[in-house]
């Protein structure tokens, strides 16, 4: 039981001195994150259309949209808050810690991932604010919203989104220590 504690205690102090990782590592672990996650939403939507006897794909829609938000919200929150990585984080070597470098607790991390709609929902909002319902309109809102907050980042200090800003998480390096 010792060997636990002290591999528990080395984990602690080898998280409270991660360095923040860098923006092009976050963007890439953020792209691998997108692939992962079409084919959990796919599976997800597979799921839910026979379960709600879906006929045709405008049947349910806003209950599989609800279903989706839920799916995601488990897989983020599940994995920031039980070691700090999804999938496409740990093979980026990117870590969510809190400031201090501690793990996230459930609450943290939920609100880490409502947050997280930030990269969208501004530019929507203002989309429906000026009347814009076509496509091209509506994902160059989208686009030009992602744009600026990621850039936002470049002005935040350690180059953080504001996300994490405001929830006091960071994105930290960490290297895997069996690679080592």
């Known amino acids: 039981m010792s060997g636990l504690a002290a591999s528990a205690a080395a984990e602690r102090n080898n998280s409270q001195t991660l360095a923040n ?3 092009w590592r976050r963007f ?4 691998y994150e997108g692939v992962i996650l079409f084919g959990v939403l796919m599976i ?10 879906q006929r045709h794909a405008l049947q349910y829609r806003h209950g599989l949209q609800a279903f989706l938000f839920l799916v995601l919200a488990a897989y ?18 990117v870590r969510v810690v809190t ?5 996230l607790t459930p609450w943290r991390a939920c609100a880490r991932f409502l947050l997280a709609w930030m990269w969208f929902l501004p530019a929507l909002a203002l989309a429906a604010a000026m009347g814009w319902h076509d496509a091209r309109q509506l994902y160059g809102a989208m686009a030009l919203g992602m744009l600026v907050y990621g850039s936002l980042a470049l002005c ?12 006091g998480t960071r994105l930290a390096f960490a290297p895997n220590p069996r690679k080592q």
């Open 28 to 31: 890439a672990a953020m792209v």
């Open 21 to 23: 990782a860098g923006l």
């Open 76 to 93: 983020f929150i599940g994995f920031w808050s039980h070691g700090g990585q999804t999938i496409a984080a740990r093979s980026w070597q």
């Open 156 to 167: 935040l200090p350690g180059r953080q989104f504001l996300r994490d800003q405001l929830c």
């Open 99 to 103: 400031r201090a470098g501690a793990a």
């Open 44 to 53: 997800s939507g597979l799921i839910f259309s026979p379960l709600a006897d």
